[in-house]
């Protein structure tokens, strides 16, 4: 029997698929089922485990981010927040065990509804960036780590380089005010 690959719709890795794959799927994030099942594995369960290392905790906000999925309120959400998350932390000095906060005051009722506090951010072209499947290749956790560091600062700084603007503009309104 030959391996099929398939090749996740939004980071563009081709991983195996499974005979018979019924793997579960996010609902808004665009991932392939290999690639969500990937980093569920890294993020869930810290298989194959990391060595602690400041922006580990940020893995998720770049894989959100660059799983962008489909235009639906939930996927706007969802990369404005981890967006947020990134910017809060990378350039605007709030602390990487803080990013949580962040995430949570992003969604935090006000009286703008969530879902109308920001807008789609037009997907770019990820082609030149890391993928989970980087973090996870390395056998070494130090090394695992240091792949995920660079990956969660190559996805901050795309993104950024497009919505810096929109970014600022959120933190200030919906974070620090």
Not at 88 to 101: I, K
Not at 136 to 155: F, G, I, K, L, S
Request: hydrophobic residues 40%; charged residues 25%; glycine residues 6%.
């Amino acid at each position: 029997m030959t391996e099929q690959f398939e090749q996740c719709p939004d980071c563009g890795v081709k991983l195996p698929t499974y005979d018979g794959d019924n793997r579960p799927r996010h609902a808004y994030i665009g991932a392939s089922a290999s690639c969500w099942d990937m980093f569920s594995n890294l993020w869930g369960a810290n298989d194959p485990p990391l060595a602690p290392m400041p922006l580990n905790g940020l893995i998720l906000d770049g894989y959100c981010v660059q799983h962008y999925g489909t235009q639906s309120p939930a996927a706007i959400q969802s990369v404005a927040v981890h967006l947020l998350a990134m910017y809060g932390v990378l350039r605007r000095g709030v602390l990487p065990e803080r990013a949580q906060w962040i995430r949570e005051r992003a969604v935090r009722p006000m009286k703008i509804h969530r879902h109308k506090r920001r807008h789609w951010l037009e997907p770019l072209d990820q082609s030149s960036l890391l993928t989970v499947r980087d973090i996870v290749e390395p056998t070494d956790p130090a090394d695992r780590a240091r792949v995920a560091q660079d990956y969660v600062t190559a996805v901050a700084d795309l993104w950024l380089a497009a919505y810096e603007a929109d970014a600022g503009d959120w933190f200030d309104r919906f974070i620090a005010g």
